[in-house]
């Protein structure tokens, strides 16, 4: 066997080590990646695309969630450019969790094929492209964030990375249009991917000519003067079909950006510069891991790390040996020099560099707040694009183990060494999964709990359960009604609509409708009762008709309310249950105020219930104050009309303590004033609540 062909077998095993000792525990023996909300949320999209592009849904960018707020797929990523190999699978037979699991390993094959394609073309040898590929794919960052797959069809970095260092060498327009593809193509598998490329490439663009000319007049013009070398060298169809198709391209880039932007202007999505600081990385974050079973130990820095989850961006310890093996060789000229070494890694301390987060402090709070950036708030996941750089530096520097003059044996035995750690910190991880079953499981339940007599074209309105999660209750509801054809009042984004809610009030489908209908400008009794015919509730056994037929009235509002208005409303406590090991509070709210109380805060200091438990011979007089006691709350959903009696259910956590209480309720506009300061008389309940082991409830 020849040379080569013993360097593709050394490279094409390391790729299959990686499966299997990566990929394959997470999707084998009945497992899904994932958790039963992202996970089977990227299942929902990449089903949307399948029914989309089958005709059995008629538009891809309106999905059937949050119905009927429009847009909705504009909402999170849309897999555009991966959600074929989903459709394929789909389209030979498989079952959307099976098809989910071929898509899922699809991408590391696909990444690791272009890092070692790509690797191979900047000139490294066989263990070193092999090495530096299966950490691109495989390591500890990526399977770190195994419940966003959205993330792991990356392999247009490599390809676009690679194709920006050739325009560099050898200045052909092709290599333009080469970037250009892989850029926006990139971009469509993954919104957050092609931004950080972007930031990479940036990076890429700043180091590779401060590298060759170092910090001169010639670095500054170098890119101006190769475009003018490509096009001069160029013959003039060659430069016709690459300029047509890098404008192309460019188009089909800005109708992606286009719809997001569109949409974002429309629900006025906006990040807030806490939420987006949360999740900028740490220097401790470069160290962190929340999946290695090697490199688990506590320090302080890591114990205060906001959003643990996402800041686990350590990419093992053999990229940094391998890294500190080639500065050592090279600077005693003991290794070849690599023209890709120093911008690789000028690259990724740029990147670095501007996305840190030190004492409040960040060159990246320079562009947090611009339009589209603003959408990016988990910075941390730049990590699973810095992989590439990191690869560059592994392999170089396992190349300069090998390819050291001195040919030292012990040299090319520490080049194996570092690879074999660089697998087995990558191989040895805690992974984050469920299982098929438990997915087939939660759909079959909630489908059995269906009632035997349903609407045409129903609308399923899916409420809280005490036995899982709110994300993974609305992604039962997405995935059902998906199945089904129907359209769904649930739904999950990090981002959801303006006024949208999600729990076990009774008016909270009506309330969800109304809020719907308003953004469309459709709010109108014939439009409601269309959709309220249809709509079927789960989760709402308790809950008469009325509470879905009556329309509720919700009105937006600004600033603090007048005190009158708060002096003039009224709660009574009608009765107290308890169910799912909550006590649910039945409230009845009037108010004589002229305008009525609103619902919907445009400033940020919205009506509020809350509640406390007070002593059984507690009055109004006396329990009203401190403020500070009254530590649980509740938005106000619909609004309280003048002189009628809205009524509301108000949930309330069992006592922290034994003994037995009473219940009271007051109303609080946040920031503004609470309601019994300005002359609400508190509600204080007549059934009593004791806890001696059981939440029992006495009159």
């Known amino acids: 066997m020849t040379a080569r062909l013993w360097g593709r077998f050394a490279i094409t095993a390391l790729g299959l080590l990686g499966v299997v000792l990566v990929v394959f525990p997470a999707i084998t023996h009945g497992r899904m990646p994932g958790d039963t909300a ?92 092999g090495a530096g590929a299966f950490l691109f794919a495989f390591g500890l960052p990526v399977t770190a964030q195994e419940a966003h797959a959205q993330l792991f069809y990356r392999f247009g970095v490599p390809l676009a990375a690679l194709a920006l260092i050739e325009f560099g060498a050898r200045q052909h327009l092709r290599s333009l249009g080469v970037l250009a593809f892989w850029t926006v193509w990139q971009f469509y598998c993954s919104i957050y991917v092609g931004y950080f490329l972007s930031l990479l490439l940036v990076a890429l663009a700043i180091t590779l000519p401060i590298a060759r000319n170092g910090l001169s007049v010639a670095a500054l013009t170098y890119w101006p003067n190769y475009l003018g070398r490509a096009w001069k060298a160029a013959a003039a169809q060659s430069r016709m079909i690459w300029s047509f198709a890098i404008v192309l391209l460019a188009g089909a880039l800005g109708l992606l950006l286009a ?119 988990a910075v941390t996941r730049v990590i699973v694009v810095l992989l590439f750089p990191f690869a560059i530096l592994l392999a170089s520097g396992l190349d300069a183990s090998i390819r050291a003059p001195a040919a030292n044996p012990a040299l090319r035995v520490l080049a194996v060494a570092i690879t074999a750690l660089m697998v087995f910190e990558s191989a040895y991880v805690g992974h984050y999964v469920t299982t098929q079953q438990e997915w087939r499981d939660r759909l079959t339940e909630l489908e059995a709990r269906l009632p035997p007599v349903l609407p045409a074209a129903p609308i399923l309105m899916v409420g809280k359960s005490s036995e899982g999660f709110d994300e993974a209750v609305q992604l039962d509801a997405m995935l059902l009604a998906q199945r089904r054809g129907w359209q769904t009042l649930d739904g999950y984004s990090a981002s959801p609509p303006p006024g949208y809610d999600f729990d076990n009030g009774c008016s909270n489908a009506a309330r969800n409708i109304v809020v719907g209908l308003n953004f469309i400008g459709r709010n109108t009794e014939e439009a409601y009762r269309a959709l309220a015919a249809r709509t079927v509730r789960i989760g709402y056994d308790d809950c008469d008709a009325a509470s879905l037929t009556r329309r509720p009235s919700l009105t937006a509002f600004a600033g603090p309310l007048p005190a009158e208005a708060m002096a003039r409303t009224a709660i009574e406590i009608a009765g107290i249950r308890v169910k799912d090991g909550m006590l649910h509070v039945a409230l009845s709210l009037r108010t004589e105020a002229p305008g009525g109380i609103p619902a919907i805060t445009t400033t940020g200091t919205p009506i509020r219930l809350s509640a406390r438990y007070l002593a059984p011979d507690a009055t109004a007089s006396d329990v009203a104050h401190p403020n500070t006691d009254w530590q649980l709350r509740q938005d106000l959903i619909v609004d309280i009309a003048p002189g009628e009696a809205q009524p509301v259910d108000l949930v309330v956590p069992p006592p922290a303590a034994s003994g037995t209480y009473r219940i009271g309720v007051t109303l609080v506009q946040d920031g503004v004033a609470w309601f019994h300061d300005r002359g609400l008389a508190v509600a204080i309940s007549r059934q009593t609540v004791t806890l001696d082991g059981a939440v029992r409830i006495g009159e």
């Open 38 to 129: 992202d996970a089977r949320f990227n299942e929902y999209l990449l089903e949307h695309f399948y029914r989309w592009v089958t005709g059995k849904a008629g538009s891809f960018w309106n999905a059937g969630f949050f119905y009927p707020f429009p847009l909705t797929i504009a909402f999170s990523d849309n897999h555009l450019g991966d959600g074929f190999i989903f459709a394929i699978l789909r389209g030979l037979g498989f079952d959307p969790e099976d098809a989910f699991r071929g898509w899922y390993l699809s991408a590391f094959i696909a990444d690791f094929a272009a890092c070692a394609f790509a690797l191979r073309r900047l000139g490294y040898g066989y263990l070193a492209t």
């Open 259 to 377: 719809r997001y932007a569109e949409t974002s202007a429309l629900y006025g999505f906006h990040r807030s510069i806490d939420e987006i600081e949360s999740m900028l990385p740490r220097l401790a974050s470069y160290l962190y891991s929340t999946n290695s079973r090697l490199w688990r130990f506590s320090w302080f820095h890591f114990r205060i790390l906001p959003m643990p989850h996402e800041q686990a961006m350590f990419v093992g310890a053999a990229p940094f040996l391998a890294i500190a093996a080639a500065l050592f060789l090279r600077r005693r000229r003991r290794a070849p020099a690599d023209s890709h070494f120093l911008p690789a890694l000028g690259a990724l301390a740029l990147v670095v560099l501007f996305t840190l987060f030190i004492q409040r402090h960040s060159l990246y709070q320079l562009i947090e707040t611009a339009p589209g950036v603003n959408a990016i708030r």
